[in-house]
């Protein structure tokens, strides 16, 4: 079993910042993909940003040039620095990691943008 304790969400007016941390009990060398997902109010789960299977970084179209997803496998720590934040990106974000083949998500970090 493998926890995952998000961090780092709040309020922040747009165009302000907010770094999230997901910190791990597994180790990172045994996920093969992990990245960062949201779920607005009315909408279905999306993903955000992740390190894919052959460790390729992807990020949805609507955040790339804004957010940065990185990684520290000596912490087990997933990060996702978010600037220039919109209205749009309010959402609760899950972090997401497939661990030796099992799939776990954190509880979850509110993000709440204001104008």
């Known amino acids: 079993q493998v926890q995952l304790v998000e961090s780092g969400g709040g309020l922040v007016q747009a165009g302000g910042s907010l770094r999230l941390s997901c910190a791990s009990s597994g180790s990172f060398s045994n996920s093969n993909f992990m990245g960062w997902y949201r779920r607005s109010p009315g909408k279905q789960r999306e993903a955000v940003a992740y390190f894919d299977s052959r460790n390729v970084t992807k990020y949805r179209e609507s955040v790339k040039g804004r957010f940065t997803i990185s990684r520290d496998y000596a912490k087990n720590t997933l990060s996702l620095q978010m600037n220039s934040l919109k209205i749009e990106d309010t959402a609760v974000y899950y972090c997401?990691?497939?661990?030796?083949?099992?799939?776990?998500w954190g509880q979850g970090t509110q993000v709440t943008v204001s104008s």
């Open positions: 997401n990691l497939l661990y030796l083949g099992e799939d776990y």
